[in-house]
């Protein structure tokens, strides 16, 4: 485990360094998990490993799982709104 540092924005934005984004294959727009474990926050990008340790929890007959995919879709296309660019 490496440690750097970094400061929060006045934005509550921090900077991934460089080195870190290479190494964990983060590209702009990617989606990261934020956990916060008892005070320890965490910053997972939301791979297919990150998916994949999902699988199973939730049975293929449950509608929780359609429920679930149906926020989804949802969610990504309102996430999609507000990165397109506004034409004047």
Do not use: W
Not at 3 to 22: L, N
Not at 54 to 83: C, N, P, Q, W, Y
Request: charged share 35%; proline share 5%; no cysteine.
């Amino acid at each position: 485990m490496s440690t750097t540092f970094s400061r929060i924005s006045s934005k509550g934005q921090i900077v991934i360094p460089a080195e870190m984004r290479k190494q964990h294959h983060l590209k702009p727009g990617m989606k990261v998990a934020i956990n916060d474990d008892s005070g320890k926050i965490t910053v997972e990008p939301m791979n297919r490993d990150y998916i994949r340790q999902f699988v199973g929890i939730i049975s293929k007959d449950s509608k929780a799982l359609e429920t679930l995919m149906s926020e989804r879709k949802k969610d990504t296309l309102r996430e999609d709104k507000k990165f397109r660019p506004k034409h004047r």
